[in-house]
């Protein structure tokens, strides 16, 4: 890579596998998104890319095949319609995801998600990280996706429009799995970006180049990092309530009153994606969500019928999503596109969701490409880790992978229950499942 590709990182780009060609990620706070953004998103991919757009299990959206004499135009275009890709790659904070975006509170957290994704971004204090620093805030701790943030908030209550949250600091997937652990119960909202700003300095301070926070972590101790933090002066402080209009785009979520579309290993063609978007300007105020596991949701509009917007979103995209494509089976780009990918991921997640049962389909799936578990692995109910290649007789390097699964009255992470299985394996094991 020259120094000028590192350095269009912090713009949200990364080197594809293949030479000549480049990745631009797009942030989304709490995988939110109006219409009108996903229409020029769409139209990238199309005048720029491949005419596909990639839904990430951050809630995120990437675009592939792109050159690098287009970058400036490209950012250029996001910009008119108020996107930005700063800080989507890189040693910075990345865009603040949510899980639970069909919560009564997610106005409230989609809010302070684009605050803090605003206070951050570009901020150039916080733009030489030694590595990403991922912050996710959710509506409960059951998904566990808390645990795997460099930090994760945890709303536990609200009052009068604002939100008291745990922070969880230091967790992480990769080659090193590592939960996070509760740093600050109960901290109302005005704290957290204080409070963010001084485990960012402590962490700027402490680590070395290319590690994450849980590897200070490790190294120190959660003792030596309290002190530390207590020693930083905006530990503390608190700021004056956020005052004016509300920032969500999403205003109210009803309950029973969304609706998803499903994408197969989060791929859309930039025109399903427009008709998504006209689908949105019609049913749900113009307001489209990346879900976490990578498809489109639509919070409806109070004074419309469930029924009619289900069948209208039914005929909407045509051919209609298939039995597979309803399956919850996260995947990451792989070898199709990532320079780390070690397996063909869509591929195999085709293969593998045409093997399962009744049962299988049922379960949450997450299938990655590397030890770098984009797609979460540790969270599913069956994740799916592709460990390494192997030479086969005939000289052909084949993936393994490895298997994580839920301990039983756990709420930690996945554990690897099989290593270095061949697909063939894979797939018995995926038919014992049901
Ligand atoms: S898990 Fe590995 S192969 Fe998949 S997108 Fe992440 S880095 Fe690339």
């Known amino acids: 890579m020259?120094?000028?590709?590192?350095?269009?990182?912090?713009?949200?780009?990364?080197?594809?596998?293949?030479?000549g060609f480049l990745m631009q990620r797009i942030k989304l706070a709490a995988g939110t998104i109006?219409?009108?953004?996903?229409?020029?998103?769409?139209?990238?991919?199309?005048?720029?890319?491949?005419?596909s757009v990639h839904l990430t299990s951050r809630g995120n959206m990437e675009i592939h095949w792109l050159?690098?004499?287009?970058?400036p135009e490209i950012k250029r275009r996001l910009a008119t319609v108020g996107l930005t890709a700063r800080g989507a790659c890189g040693g910075a904070v990345r865009g603040v995801t949510c899980s639970e975006q069909d919560r009564a509170d997610f106005p409230l957290i989609e809010a302070l998600a684009r605050r803090i994704q605003h206070h951050f971004t570009g901020n150039p204090r916080f733009e030489r990280l030694?590595?990403?620093?991922?912050?996710?805030?959710?509506?409960r701790s059951g998904g566990r996706?808390?645990?795997?943030?460099?930090?994760?908030?945890v709303l536990v209550r609200t009052q009068d429009g604002r939100g008291w949250y745990d922070l969880w600091v230091g967790g992480g997937l990769g080659r090193e799995p590592q939960p996070g652990f509760l740093l600050a119960g109960e901290i109302v909202e005005e704290r957290i970006i204080p409070l963010l700003e001084a485990v960012l300095r402590v962490y700027l301070a402490g680590a070395p180049a290319g590690k994450r926070l849980k590897h200070l972590l490790r190294e120190i101790g959660e003792e030596e990092f309290r002190q530390r933090?207590?020693?930083?002066?905006?530990?503390?402080?608190?700021?004056?309530?956020?005052?004016?209009?509300?920032?969500?785009?999403?205003?109210t979520?009803?309950?029973?009153?969304?609706?998803?579309?499903?994408?197969?290993?989060?791929?859309l063609s930039a025109d399903s994606l427009r008709q998504l978007a006209t689908f949105a300007d019609s049913w749900a105020d113009g307001v489209l969500q990346v879900t976490v596991n990578q498809n489109i949701a639509f919070q409806l509009v109070r004074q419309c019928k469930f029924d009619q917007a289900q069948a209208a979103l039914g005929t909407t995209i045509s051919p209609a999503p298939t039995q597979e494509d309803k399956i919850t089976l996260r995947v990451c780009p792989g070898s199709h596109?990532?320079?780390?990918?070690?397996?063909?991921?869509?591929?195999?997640?085709?293969?593998?969701?045409?093997?399962?049962?009744?049962?299988?389909?049922?379960?949450?799936?997450?299938?990655?490409?590397?030890?770098?578990?984009?797609?979460?692995p540790q969270l599913a109910d069956v994740g799916i880790v592709t460990s390494r290649l192997i030479a086969d007789d005939d000289g052909q390097r084949t993936p393994r992978f490895d298997l994580y699964r839920p301990m039983d009255g756990d709420g930690d992470l996945n554990q690897k229950t099989e290593a270095a299985l061949t697909l063939e394996e894979l797939l018995a094991t995926i038919k014992k499942l049901g």
């Not at 020259?2 to 030479?19: A, C, F, N, S, V």
């Not at 579309?261 to 791929?267: D, E």
Request: with cysteine; proline share 4%.
């Open 337 to 376: 596109e990532c320079r780390a990918g070690l397996s063909a991921t869509r591929d195999i997640a085709g293969i593998l969701a045409k093997s399962m049962g009744p049962l299988a389909r049922r379960l949450c799936w997450a299938l990655s490409g590397c030890h770098n578990s984009c797609t979460q």
């Open 145 to 153: 996706r808390h645990l795997i943030q460099d930090a994760g908030l």
């Open 67 to 71: 050159r690098e004499a287009d970058l």
């Open 253 to 267: 979520t009803d309950e029973g009153r969304r609706l998803e579309f499903h994408c197969f290993a989060g791929q």
């Open 229 to 251: 933090l207590d020693a930083d002066p905006s530990a503390h402080e608190e700021l004056p309530p956020h005052r004016g209009l509300a920032e969500n785009l999403v205003s």
């Open 34 to 51: 109006s219409s009108q953004q996903t229409r020029m998103a769409a139209d990238i991919a199309d005048r720029f890319g491949q005419g």
């Open 130 to 139: 030694p590595k990403k620093f991922k912050i996710g805030i959710e509506a």
């Open 2 to 19: 020259t120094t000028e590709l590192r350095d269009y990182r912090l713009d949200g780009i990364y080197r594809q596998k293949q030479d």
